[in-house]
Protein backbone atom coordinates (compact mmCIF):
# COMPACT_ATOMS: atom_id res chain seq x y z
CA UNK A 1 0.00 0.00 0.00
CA UNK A 2 1.24 3.96 -0.70
CA UNK A 3 -0.83 5.67 1.84
CA UNK A 4 -4.39 4.99 2.37
CA UNK A 5 -5.73 4.99 -1.27
CA UNK A 6 -3.05 3.05 -3.52
CA UNK A 7 -2.12 -0.65 -3.78
CA UNK A 8 0.33 -2.45 -5.76
CA UNK A 9 0.35 -6.28 -6.09
CA UNK A 10 2.53 -8.78 -8.07
CA UNK A 11 0.85 -10.22 -10.72
CA UNK A 12 3.26 -11.93 -12.53
CA UNK A 13 6.85 -12.99 -12.28
CA UNK A 14 8.42 -14.33 -15.63
CA UNK A 15 12.71 -14.87 -15.62
CA UNK A 16 13.40 -11.19 -15.17
CA UNK A 17 10.46 -9.48 -15.53
CA UNK A 18 7.53 -8.58 -13.28
CA UNK A 19 4.34 -7.61 -13.99
CA UNK A 20 3.07 -5.58 -11.52
CA UNK A 21 -1.44 -4.24 -10.67
CA UNK A 22 -2.05 -0.70 -9.42
CA UNK A 23 -5.29 -0.01 -8.03
CA UNK A 24 -5.95 3.96 -7.24
CA UNK A 25 -8.19 6.51 -7.50
CA UNK A 26 -9.25 7.61 -10.97
CA UNK A 27 -7.82 11.08 -9.42
CA UNK A 28 -4.25 10.15 -9.15
CA UNK A 29 -2.73 9.83 -11.86
CA UNK A 30 -0.44 6.15 -12.73
CA UNK A 31 2.14 5.89 -15.15
CA UNK A 32 5.33 3.89 -16.35
CA UNK A 33 8.04 5.99 -15.77
CA UNK A 34 8.81 6.85 -19.52
CA UNK A 35 5.56 7.97 -20.10
CA UNK A 36 5.04 10.05 -17.67
CA UNK A 37 8.77 11.44 -18.41
CA UNK A 38 6.67 12.36 -22.26
CA UNK A 39 4.08 14.39 -20.52
CA UNK A 40 6.37 16.48 -18.64
CA UNK A 41 8.52 16.94 -21.43
CA UNK A 42 5.46 17.75 -23.43
CA UNK A 43 4.11 20.15 -20.59
CA UNK A 44 7.11 21.99 -20.51
CA UNK A 45 7.46 22.63 -24.09
CA UNK A 46 3.86 23.88 -24.03
CA UNK A 47 4.90 26.17 -20.95
CA UNK A 48 7.90 27.44 -23.05
CA UNK A 49 5.67 28.07 -26.10
CA UNK A 50 3.51 29.92 -24.41
CA UNK A 51 5.95 32.05 -22.99
CA UNK A 52 7.48 32.62 -26.06
CA UNK A 53 4.56 34.03 -27.98
CA UNK A 54 3.73 36.09 -24.38
CA UNK A 55 6.74 37.30 -24.89
CA UNK A 56 6.51 38.17 -28.19
CA UNK A 57 3.17 39.90 -28.09
CA UNK A 58 4.18 42.40 -25.60
CA UNK A 59 7.20 43.41 -27.52
CA UNK A 60 5.62 43.57 -31.17
CA UNK A 61 3.24 46.32 -31.36
CA UNK A 62 -0.56 44.74 -33.36
CA UNK A 63 -0.82 43.69 -36.60
CA UNK A 64 -3.17 46.51 -38.80
CA UNK A 65 -5.90 43.45 -38.44
CA UNK A 66 -5.73 43.58 -34.93
CA UNK A 67 -5.85 47.53 -34.55
CA UNK A 68 -9.00 47.63 -36.19
CA UNK A 69 -10.69 45.43 -33.76
Do not use: C, F, W
Not at 10 to 35: F, Q, S, W, Y
Not at 43 to 64: I, V
Request: no cysteine; charged share 45%.
Amino acid sequence: MIGDDVEIIIVDVRGDKVRLGITAPKNIPVHRREIYDAIQREKNENKESKESQDKKSKTEPPEESEKSQ
